[in-house]
């Protein structure tokens, strides 16, 4: 059976840390802030929202709510935006995104200050991740996965790493910071011929593919680490990720939950990015 590689461990080392970079900023007179940027009510947003304001509470940073209707125009936002980036007191922020259709994504994007992008949606941002510079932020969710693999001590430098899925948001940044670990990365996606073998080669497999049980007892090898990004509701209405976990535990030497696994860490990364960028401007 799978040593399940649990979030909540992660999460509280993280914890800690933020809340003793809290008070030393504390000293000097200076609270970390988020901004958070929201349009219209989703459910799935106002969901991570709450767990956003929990854990900021927790570990002592503070949060500055910017709530617009969902008939929203682009230039409300855009004044918005302007105001969290002329606000010196406020560190980052936190914009709920998809926007709803009438927004143009691109431009509300590159309206934010890098510097104040703690969760990596400005290209400037991505950039720095290719580059390895600090200009803004990695997305939280892929900086999250490797948190994870580094609390629990999983050999990454010369490891041969498997990253199923591209996107902005997890596989292409995720590639890169495990990379910059000097691990060998491979980057597929739905259309990699096979498939099933290239993922078995794996050492470390991080699956980002967005398909309910997409990878299977066929894509996997003993040995191996799975890092499962995915988060769906199954058939049976319980949470699910791209794994098909019943199959994979049976197999590999360790796994993420899902629930439970990176997206309980992803809140945290949000949480020290905010932290971090606070510290970077009184540099």
Known sequence: ??????????????????????????????????????????EDDLSYEAGVLKRAEKVGVGVKQFLLPAEATQEELLAVIGQVNEDSGIHGCLLFRPLPKQFDDAAVRAAL?????????????????????????????????????????I???????????????????????????NATVTMCNSRTKDLAAVCQAADVLVVAMGRRGAIGADCLRQGQVVVDVGIHVG?????????????????????????????????????????????????
């Open 1 to 42: 059976m799978a040593t399940i590689l649990k979030g909540a461990p992660v999460v509280s080392a993280m914890n800690k840390d933020a809340a003793a970079r809290c008070a030393a900023l504390a000293q000097r007179g200076i609270r970390p802030t988020l901004a958070v940027v929201r349009v219209g009510a989703r």
């Open 155 to 181: 050999p990454l430098s010369g490891a041969k790493v498997t990253v199923v899925g591209r996107s902005l948001v997890v596989g292409k940044p995720a590639a890169m910071l495990l990379d910059r670990e």
């Open 235 to 283: 058939e049976d209405g319980k949470l699910c990720g791209d794994v098909a976990f019943a199959a994979a535990e049976p197999i590999v030497e360790a796994i993420t939950p899902v629930p439970g696994g990176v997206g309980t860490v992803t809140t945290s990364v949000l949480i020290r990015n905010v932290v971090e960028a606070a510290e970077r401007a009184q540099a």
């Open 113 to 153: 200050d890098p510097a104040k992008d703690i969760d990596g949606i400005t290209d400037a941002s991505l950039a720095g991740v290719f580059t390895g510079t600090k200009t803004g932020f990695a997305p939280c969710t892929a900086q999250a996965c490797v948190e994870i693999l580094k609390y629990y001590n």
